[in-house]
């Protein structure tokens, strides 16, 4: 039996990424870590994209922002984010007195690591007269070159904000990019990073799903590739996609995103059927193998020792925070 008092968690995170600790397989996990939720004056944050039993214990569920922006609401002095980790980054930019926990430090994203701040520090340079416009979806280091953040569901009124005439940069995602452009008739400069997931379904199989299911709607998120976005009837973010899918009248849709959203479309609508696309693979899988490294066992484990925690620079914080600031700013009066 191990002594977990003599354990160096530190250097079991460092070197797993996460608290690789046995748990007690008779244990209530359910009821443990609503325990340990009142006793650390803790709340859950999930994304869309994990696994139900996660999706179920968490406090709130949506996507990367509107999750952080929740956290503020709170008296919580703890935030488990149960996503990936620019998402954690975000939520300690916006409650930096706050601590941030991720139950393990290794779900990165493709689409953030696509943007290594050093290399879109070059890249930007060599386009002085451009600001830069950023998808959410990237690290703290690739906010704080930003000019103004955006989400999946305002980007392209943030682009539209802006004068016609005005040279942009946007990054990191190629796709939700040239789909902008495409409703907006810009012509911005666009980063080469993509999300693996999205970039994996396959135009053929989506058709033929369509042939099969003639009255369904087709349901995708702007992270997609163009030849798979032309099929879609609604195009949106993960939450889009679900208020979408909640309002229409229609009772079949085939979801082009991750897998994970199914989970809340169902609970939320369990009169309707809902396929997820196929990808372009053999294996038929379209989950994020990043956010589906979190379970409920670790969850546990990093709320019971607090660990593995994100931490920021204060710096880098502050710098990564002016950009969010203004795309609230620009949202706001548009609002008016």
């Known amino acids: 039996m191990v002594d977990i008092h003599t354990l160096d968690f530190e250097k079991i995170i460092s070197k797993k990424g996460f608290l690789d600790l046995e748990v007690d397989h008779t244990l209530d996990l ?3 870590i609503e325990k340990l939720k009142k006793e650390k004056n803790a709340i859950i944050l999930a994304h869309y994209y994990q696994e139900p039993d996660i999706q179920d214990i968490a406090d709130f569920i949506g996507d990367s922002l509107a999750l952080a922006q929740k956290a503020q609401s709170t008296s919580a002095e703890m935030i488990v984010f149960a996503g990936v980790h620019f998402m954690a980054e975000t939520a300690k930019i916006l409650n930096p007195q706050k601590k941030v926990l991720l139950p393990d430090l290794n779900a990165g994203c493709s689409l953030s690591d696509s943007a290594p701040p050093l290399l879109f520090k070059i890249f930007k340079d060599k386009h002085p007269d451009h600001i830069v416009i950023t998808y959410i ?15 999946s569901s305002n980007a392209q009124a943030i682009v539209e904000s802006l004068p016609a005439e005005q040279k942009i940069i946007f990054a990191p995602d190629k796709n939700l990019g040239a789909w902008i452009n495409k409703q907006t008739g810009r012509n911005m400069v666009l980063w080469n ?17 369509k042939v099969r299911h003639p009255n369904a709607k087709v349901l995708a998120h702007p992270e997609c590739e163009v030849p798979v976005l032309a099929l879609a009837d609604y195009i949106g973010s993960t939450s889009g996609i679900l208020k979408y899918a909640t309002k229409s009248d229609a009772l ?11 989970h809340q479309m169902q609970k939320d609508n369990p009169t309707k059927t809902f396929i997820p696309a196929p990808p372009n693979n053999t294996c038929a899988c379209n989950d994020c193998p990043y956010m589906k490294l979190n379970t409920l066992e670790k969850l546990y484990l990093c709320m019971k020792y607090e660990l593995p925690e994100v931490t920021m620079n204060e710096e880098l914080r502050i710098a990564a925070k002016i950009p969010m600031d203004k795309m609230l700013e620009i949202s706001a009066s548009l609002a008016l």
Not at 193 to 209: D, N, P, R
Not at 252 to 262: D, P, R, S
């Open 30 to 32: 359910f009821v443990e």
């Open 252 to 262: 079949v849709f085939i979801v082009i995103t991750e897998a994970g959203i199914l």
């Open 137 to 151: 979806n990237c690290s703290a280091g690739m906010k704080a070159l930003s000019d103004i953040i955006c989400t």
């Open 193 to 209: 990073g993509a999300c693996i997931v999205h970039e994996m379904f396959s135009f053929e199989k989506i058709t033929k799903l």
